[in-house]
């Protein structure tokens, strides 16, 4: 039954126009969109708007060969309508969301600057309380050397004595940011 009105889209112009005037005129259709965005914020516009929407979309989807609908055409617009009403709020809340957000060049907000500041003030005071070969590991470290060139140039046996002590100065650091 529902594969019928696929059909009648498909046979002709005539035919095909005939039921787009039906779906536009489907006190059901008709009744649910304005029912549904009316109570989600929508206006007269957004309903009319809409409504080509879903039907074109509706009709574009009956030329595609392996299309079959499964439920009434009406459920099936209704559905495209909804979801496309949410697409679109969406992007609106976040453009406003966007707006009025102030950012620093970096994209961070002003908060997120402020926080990051003191999260490395609190960083450069822990890792002044570290002895000295621990703060030379974690700087060679976080520059992206290699364990194997920290291991030469703090005279340990291996790269893996370089990690241990790498994983001890790091322990000592994060407790040491704790307390701060």
């Not at 112009?13 to 914020?41: M, Q, W």
């Not at 574009?60 to 495209?80: D, H, N, T, V």
């Amino acid at each position: 039954m529902e594969n019928l009105i696929v059909e009648r889209v498909r046979k002709d112009l005539d035919s095909r126009n005939t039921v787009i005037r039906e779906l536009y005129t489907s006190k059901k259709l008709i009744g649910s969109v304005n029912a549904f965005l009316l109570k989600n914020g929508g206006n007269k516009t957004d309903i009319d708007d809409l409504m080509t929407y879903g039907v074109m979309n509706f009709i574009k989807q009956c030329y595609r060969p392996l299309f079959e609908l499964a439920s009434p055409a009406e459920a099936y617009i209704f559905s495209i309508i909804k979801y496309e009403w949410i697409k679109r709020n969406k992007n609106k809340l976040k453009l406003v969301d966007e707006e009025h957000r102030p950012e620093l060049s970096t994209g961070m907000t002003i908060m997120d600057q402020l926080i990051d500041n003191e999260r490395k003030e609190a960083l450069k005071a822990a890792m002044k309380k570290l002895d000295d070969k621990c703060r030379k590991v974690l700087t060679l470290w976080a520059s992206d050397i290699k364990m194997r060139e920290i291991a030469l140039r703090m005279h340990y046996k291996s790269d893996g004595m370089a990690r241990k002590k790498k994983h001890e100065c790091l322990g000592k650091l994060k407790l040491l940011t704790n307390h701060i």
